[in-house]
């Protein structure tokens, strides 16, 4: 059974910084492009970065550029996010998948999703 599991969402001030995980299973890990994803209160879902399978290149929303590092280990089968200058429109819950696509990784459909992480942040 494919699995995505994030953690290290929480409660945080604003300026601090947080590293998001995603933890896959259940699939061959660096056959697969890894994004991450978020919705705030109200909106819709965002995305805000990917990592390729490929090279590892990495591509990110204009939102978030500057602030969030995406990553990932192969070797442990998990991806990371991290978060440095948070800002309160940084609330939402933050959810990483799994795509298939040898094209690109930003704006393409994903295949397996996690079940998310609630990051919030106290002005």
Not at 22 to 51: H, L, M, V, Y
Not at 67 to 87: P, V
Request: charged share 20%; net charge neutral; hydrophobic share 35%.
């Amino acid at each position: 059974e494919v699995q995505l599991v994030e953690s290290g969402g929480g409660l945080v001030q604003a300026g601090g910084s947080l590293r998001l995980s995603c933890a896959g299973s259940g699939f061959t890990f660096d056959d697969w492009n890894i994004g991450w994803f978020r919705q705030a209160p109200g909106k819709g879902r965002e995305a805000i970065s990917c990592i390729m399978r490929s090279d590892g290149n990495a591509f990110y929303a204009d939102s978030v550029k500057g602030r969030f590092t995406i990553s990932r280990d192969n070797a442990k089968n998990t991806a990371y996010l991290h978060i440095n200058s948070l800002k309160s429109e940084d609330t939402a819950v933050y959810y990483c998948a799994a795509g298939s696509q040898r094209l690109g990784c930003f704006g393409f459909v994903y295949d397996y999703w996690g079940q998310g992480t609630q990051v919030t942040v106290s002005s």
